[in-house]
């Protein structure tokens, strides 16, 4: 079960961190996750890296259906322009992990160069 503070998204807050709590081998930013790691948890947790990834995807695609919905009840409770904000964001790490998972990205950076980039929501520079 994950820890509460690793399900919300905090991005909407320019000075916190984006690290995950819970390290995926290795690796404690999403955007820098992909196959290979997750392969990695999964052979260190002797689970089929294959099921693992489809499971991985079968989520990151459940809630980027489910978000317009969730976004739409939410400002029928109590309209706010934050819900499409965060939804936003949360769309996009959706969007990565769906991604990173057909790719090895060998060539991609082991660490982010771009410490800032960690306090930065996806998207601004």
């Known amino acids: ?10 991005d909407i807050y320019p000075d916190v961190t984006r690290n995950l709590a819970m ?3 290795g690796k404690n930013r999403g955007h820098y996750i992909y196959a290979r790691h997750w392969d990695r948890m999964a052979e260190e947790n002797q689970l089929s890296g294959a099921q693992v990834r489809r499971r991985v995807a079968e989520l990151s695609q459940a809630v980027l259906d489910a978000l317009p ?18 939804s ?12 990173n998972l057909k790719s090895d990205a060998r ?7 771009d410490h800032e980039a960690a306090t930065r929501p996806p998207g601004f520079s």
């Not at 079960?1 to 905090?10: E, G, K, N, Q």
């Not at 919905?69 to 499409?84: F, M």
């Not at 060539?107 to 160069?113: C, G």
């Open 1 to 10: 079960m994950a820890p509460l503070y690793d399900v919300m998204t905090d």
């Open 23 to 25: 390290k995926i081998a």
């Open 69 to 86: 919905s969730v976004v739409e009840e939410l400002n029928a409770l109590k309209k706010s322009p934050a819900y499409q904000k965060i």
């Open 88 to 99: 936003d964001y949360i769309a996009g790490y959706c969007r990565d992990m769906l991604r």
């Open 107 to 113: 060539d991609e950076p082991e660490e982010d160069p």
